[in-house]
């Protein structure tokens, strides 16, 4: 068990596309460290009293991306255990910047994976015209940052989450704070 009463950051912030395991593995990584686990996709739900999906067709996009970056940055100042952050919170430059100073862990999985993950009759909001084309675009789209933004990389394909969640906290552990 990691203790980090007096860690004012979190422990480590999870990144990747759509269906790589964020949330699943972020929980039990959490669970597995004895830490607390935050998702800034639930924070923005509980901000804006509603779905991602109704805030994109509501208020658009923009509006989205202007709530995810808030809730990344206060996150990443309040949060002391394992976070995860949506796939597309690492486009926002300041964002990026932030990140570089804690440990990001990576979560890379390949383009099938992910469809069967998501499926395809997704409720994601850019993934609802042709959501394995769409994936495709934002996988190949975003892949460059994630690589530079990641700490550690872990591929999450044909992977037993329990048994990921195992070797990110050892390395956790081993790489210390």
């Known amino acids: 068990m990691i203790m980090n009463s007096v860690r004012r950051a979190p422990l480590a912030v999870l990144i990747g596309p759509p269906g790589s395991g964020k949330t699943t593995v972020g929980t039990l990584l959490a669970e597995h460290l004895g830490v607390p686990f ?3 996709d639930a924070d923005i739900e509980a901000t804006a009293g509603k779905p991602i999906g109704d805030i994109f067709v509501e208020d658009g996009e923009a509006h989205f991306r202007t709530l995810e970056a ?10 002391t255990g394992i976070l995860s952050v949506g796939g597309g919170a690492i486009l926002n430059p300041a964002t990026q910047a932030l990140l570089a100073t804690h440990t990001v862990i990576y979560l890379r999985v390949a383009l099938d994976q992910a469809v069967k993950r998501v499926g395809l009759a997704s409720a994601r909001p850019l993934l609802v015209l042709n959501p394995r084309s769409q994936l495709r675009k934002l996988m190949e789209e975003r892949r460059p940052l994630y690589e530079s933004l990641a700490t550690h990389t872990f591929p999450t394909d044909d992977r037993d989450p ?3 969640a195992t070797e990110i906290a050892t390395t956790l552990t081993n790489s210390g704070p």
């Open 38 to 40: 935050r998702d800034t």
């Open 162 to 164: 329990a048994d990921l």
């Open 70 to 79: 808030a809730a990344v940055s206060t996150a990443l100042t309040e949060h």
